[in-house]
């Protein structure tokens, strides 16, 4: 399970590292085509970012990971 977050998270962040070299990169003349590729890495990125998130609730739910918070005291 650990494994499959990490990789997630690599996975976000390669995403986000794409993005940011793409708008960093300049452009040849006005129609330039870092535009379309730094909107697909970023929307990558939030695709990576959203399933990541319906994982860890549905593994919640199959009860593969449990909290492991503080306890709580009254």
């Known amino acids: 399970m650990k494994i499959i977050l990490v990789l997630a998270f690599i996975g976000?962040?390669?995403?986000?590292?794409a993005a940011g070299?793409?708008?960093?990169?300049?452009?040849?003349?006005t129609h330039?085509?870092?535009?379309p590729n730094m909107a697909r890495a970023l929307a990558i990125r939030v695709g990576v970012s959203v399933a990541l998130f319906?994982?860890?609730?549905?593994s919640y739910w199959m009860g593969w990971i449990q909290?492991?918070?503080?306890?709580?005291?009254s």
Do not use: V
Request: glycine share 12%; no cysteine; hydrophobic share 55%.
């Open 12 to 17: 976000i962040l390669m995403a986000l590292a």
């Open 21 to 29: 070299l793409f708008m960093l990169k300049n452009g040849s003349g």
């Open 32 to 35: 330039s085509k870092r535009g």
């Open 54 to 58: 319906l994982f860890i609730l549905l």
């Open 67 to 73: 909290p492991t918070g503080l306890p709580l005291r």
